[in-house]
């Protein structure tokens, strides 16, 4: 069996105005849809980033996967590192961390070579990770402070969200529909005080819910340590409270509450400093840069060794890429916190059937082989027609919230 055929479909998805630490969310997310087929007809699917950058770099590597045994994974990431030997980062100017355009691109392109494995043996990918731990995965709620509406649009459903009242609103209709647990707040968006604020009326509104703020390095180290002190008790982890290694130890010295990241350990180089310096307490894993599905199982493993906990980092996103976390969470058997999902922003999806829907805040990992899902044509030419219309290629928060406000700058640290 060997691969014969790659299709990239660049797709938008309709998106909030859910504000951040450098802006808000643009009307569409991007996300790149991939199809690898072989020679006997298996086809087997991916879903990655959007932007240009990662575009390009898939379609550069393409043709190096031609031929290929969709077995052979080692020898996938070989010729990807071949294909774009300079490598580079994939991030947009305007973001906050960079992750490495080669490990992007192979884990786009291992995941549906999983699929193909999975198809092929008929066996679900969580299989070929070791097996499942566990037969279902958990989600938390990812709440954002929001406008009301995108500009010249109505207002969305869920209106505007930029109070501590209105942000208790938001968590109870995200718990109600989907059954979530944990919440986690995107920070650094309002005055700290006011986030200290939010998080106190979440934790008095739902007891017994765990609870996180990221405020993705929008803090400085005296904002982060006064925040933590407020929410000594009240937090089950602080996620990226500042930017860098030795801030983030001097935050860690200075507070009980574990720091979690996505910002600062990117990848398996950078967890050895940030042991040495107790900088985090627990990684979030993302196949999407950590290199693929195996990798991010391997990223437990170490974890698990080094005493450290491993969560579950998202970004808007489609079913596939969902079907892919759920194989890799039930794979991963200290991943003990629940996993962040954008999926309930989404609202909609390419793959067939209905969309997955949260059950108490969790998800059955899909059972049919290889990721379970199955493309749907036509959903797949509506978000491509999209991404056409949309004109939008990149993802800029800072650059649309000039557009609601022209004063507004990006400062990372802000507060
Ligand atoms: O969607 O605005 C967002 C998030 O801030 C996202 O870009 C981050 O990558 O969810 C992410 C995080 O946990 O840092
Ligand atoms: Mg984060």
């Not at 938008?12 to 006997?40: F, M, S, W, Y």
């Not at 008929?122 to 958990?138: E, K, N, Y």
């Not at 080094?306 to 079913?319: A, C």
Request: include cysteine.
């Amino acid at each position: 069996m060997r691969i014969a055929e790659i299709h990239l479909t660049p797709v938008a998805i309709p998106d909030r105005p859910l504000l951040n630490c450098k802006g808000v969310h643009q009307p569409h997310a991007l996300r790149t849809v991939i199809e690898v087929v072989c020679d006997d007809g298996t086809v087997g699917l991916g879903e990655t980033y959007g932007s240009i950058k990662a575009l390009e770099g898939l379609r550069r590597a393409a043709g190096a996967l031609i031929g290929l045994d969709p077995f052979h994974l080692h020898a996938l990431k070989s010729r990807v590192v071949a294909a774009l030997p300079e490598g580079g980062g994939i991030n947009a100017k305007s973001a906050v961390a960079d992750h490495k355009l080669t490990d992007v691109v192979a884990s786009a392109y291992e995941v549906a070579c999983l699929d193909i494995q999975g198809k092929s043996l008929g066996r679900p990918v969580v299989d070929l990770l070791g097996g499942p731990v566990r037969a279902s995965v958990s989600f938390g709620a990812y709440l954002f402070f929001k406008f009301g509406a995108h500009i010249g649009q109505a207002q969305d459903e869920w209106g505007e969200v930029l109070t501590p009242d209105q942000m208790v609103e938001e968590a109870r209709g995200m718990v109600e529909a989907h059954g979530f647990r944990s919440l986690k707040l995107k920070g650094g968006v309002l005055h700290p005080d006011l986030e200290i604020e939010t998080m106190l009326k979440l934790r008095e509104a739902f007891p017994g819910h765990p609870l996180r703020i990221d405020p993705n390095g929008g803090w400085t180290v005296e904002t982060a340590i006064h925040v933590a002190r407020k929410l000594e008790n009240v937090l089950e982890y602080l996620e990226d409270p500042v930017i860098g290694m030795d801030r983030m130890a001097e935050v860690a010295a200075a507070t009980s509450i574990p720091l979690a990241t996505n910002m600062i350990v990117l990848e398996f180089d950078q967890i050895a400093e940030a042991v040495r310096k107790r900088a985090v307490q627990i990684v979030l894993s993302d196949h999407h840069y950590w290199g693929g599905l195996r990798a991010s199982v391997q990223l437990g493993k170490i974890c698990e060794v080094l005493g450290l906990g491993v969560s579950m980092h998202s970004n808007s996103h489609l079913g596939i890429t969902l079907a892919a976390m759920l194989h890799t969470a039930a794979a991963t058997p200290n991943l003990s916190f629940d996993c962040d999902t954008h999926y309930p922003w989404t609202g909609v999806d390419v793959i067939e059937g209905q969309p997955f829907s949260f059950r108490n805040g969790a998800l059955a990992v899909p059972s049919g082989p290889g990721l379970g899902v199955t493309l749907d044509r036509g959903r797949l030419a509506q978000l491509a027609a999209l991404y056409e219309q949309a004109g939008t290629k990149e993802r800029d928060d800072t650059a649309y919230m000039k557009q609601f406000d022209p004063a507004y700058e990006r400062r990372v640290p802000r507060w």
